[in-house]
């Protein structure tokens, strides 16, 4: 693949997806390289799913406490005490031993990786570190960044980056924002001994997903002693001693030692000169690929969060599968977007995959809705007062079941298998005849025989 560049392939970022098609394309024998100004792994790795989720498991260690008197365990919970540096300090330990792997994965791939901010001097030539490299190809994989509303107070505000790294854990925190990162976060910090608040200026948090997994996980994240209020929003945010004043625009105020914005995060585009080259950046400031992740630049192409897809790792990794094969290999390959299964590590968990009851209707199904809920098994003997909620969303003339949603324990897990069944077409029928495992949770899924709807 020898020309005159000094490498086939440039990708700047070094996240999930950049790093796939860098290790992918350099397999297939392209002479690649790629630019990372902060750390290798990018946000899921370092700010994002790993490091929230292993928060997630330390916030969920007090309830495995409170659960063990009803196993026989005598654990006098009132001497429990939690060091939160320690926390983060062995969470710190563990990103770093992964930042190792990606680069001996990089490394031993043959790809040359560049430490520095890079920006483009034309459509072939990348700039990093006062260097300036070349090549055939260049990806730009550089994700996204958390956006904090322009309000008055705006420097008091952190973001899931900086939740990360906090000195310490404030009494009370105000949560602000309804997606996926503010739920997390809510939960993690009640389950950690923070008086928590989620504000949103929504009627109902999680947008976009199923109703009635939305309205079941409001139930359950208020038992977790959650002040969850909608309809809200924060007008500013102004110091007060140690702690931070919030005004509501309902004009209430809270007093709070901690507030968190996870109110979006937009396309880390800045600063690259995309626009100069022709580049064309959608309005809500993405970059505009084609189904093959081309850009308006026959060079330049993009892939990952940087170009609004679905926030997800699994789908930025296979994007680069996609994009190495269409440019080092075979030239073929397409992106299925359809049924991405997905978590949500709230506690208790939600696991989905396929339409929800409205998506399904709004596409014109008549449909069949199977739905269970009950007390997970585990929660018999302890006593305590949180339940599970299972649904299936069925076609009534093709039998195709076109949606799973869950929320309890393990939804996460439970739903990755249901994925497969439902990527490949499984009807109900199918489901109906595919034997439990008992006694488990998962097995309600092949285990509901009448429909509520």
Request: glycine residues 12%; negative net charge; proline residues 4%.
């Amino acid at each position: 693949m020898s020309d005159n560049h000094d490498f086939d392939l440039i990708v700047i970022g070094a996240g999930s997806g950049g790093v796939r098609l860098a290790r992918m394309s350099a397999q297939r024998g392209a002479r690649v390289a790629v630019i990372e100004s902060r750390y290798l792994g990018g946000t899921c790795v370092n700010v994002g799913c790993v490091p929230k989720k292993l928060f997630v498991y330390g916030a969920h260690v007090h309830d495995e406490l409170e659960d063990a008197a009803g196993y026989g365990w005598n654990v006098p919970t009132s001497d429990v005490t939690f060091d939160w540096p320690t926390l983060v300090a062995n969470k710190n330990a563990e990103i770093e031993r992964l930042n190792g792997i990606y680069g001996r994965m990089l490394q031993n791939a043959g790809v040359t990786i560049i430490e520095g901010t890079a920006s483009f001097s034309d459509a072939n030539t990348v700039v990093a570190g006062g260097t300036s490299y070349t090549a055939k190809h260049v990806t730009v994989a550089t994700g996204s960044w958390p956006v904090v509303p322009d309000i008055p107070g705006k420097q008091c505000v952190v973001t899931s980056n900086e939740m990360f790294y906090l000195p310490q854990l404030p009494k009370r925190a105000v949560i602000w924002g309804g997606g996926y990162i503010a739920v997390e976060f809510a939960g993690i910090l009640a389950g950690l001994g923070v008086e928590t608040t989620l504000l949103y200026r929504g009627e109902l948090f999680l947008r976009g997903f199923d109703t009635d997994i939305r309205n079941f996980t409001e139930q359950e994240m208020r038992k977790k002693g959650i002040d969850l209020r909608f309809g809200v929003n924060i007008d500013s945010v102004e110091p007060e001693g140690n702690q931070y004043r919030v005004h509501l625009n309902n004009g209430e105020t809270l007093a709070t030692g901690l507030v968190m914005a996870a109110t979006g995060r937009s396309a880390l585009v800045e600063g690259l000169g995309l626009s100069e080259l022709g580049v064309e950046l959608s309005e809500s400031g993405h970059v505009v690929v084609d189904e093959h992740f081309q850009t308006a630049v026959p060079s330049i192409s993009a892939l990952g969060d940087v170009i609004g897809t679905p926030q997800l790792t699994p789908v930025a990794l296979a994007q680069g599968m996609v994009l190495s094969r269409r440019l080092f290999g075979d030239g073929q390959g397409e992106m299925d977007y359809s049924a991405i299964p997905t978590a949500v590590f709230c506690q208790p968990n939600i696991g989905t995959v396929g339409l929800t009851e409205d998506e399904a209707r709004s596409a014109g199904h008549s449909l069949r809705i199977y739905r269970s809920e009950f007390r997970p098994m585990k929660y018999t003997l302890s006593g305590r007062d949180e339940r599970s909620l299972m649904k299936l969303v069925v076609d009534d003339e093709t039998d195709k079941v076109l949606g799973a949603h869950m929320v309890g324990p393990d939804a996460g897990e439970i739903t990755q298998g249901l994925a497969v069944a439902i990527k490949a077409g499984a009807t109900k029928a199918q489901f109906d005849s595919t034997l439990g495992i008992h006694p488990t949770s998962a097995e309600e899924f092949v285990t509901m025989r009448e429909a509520v709807v």
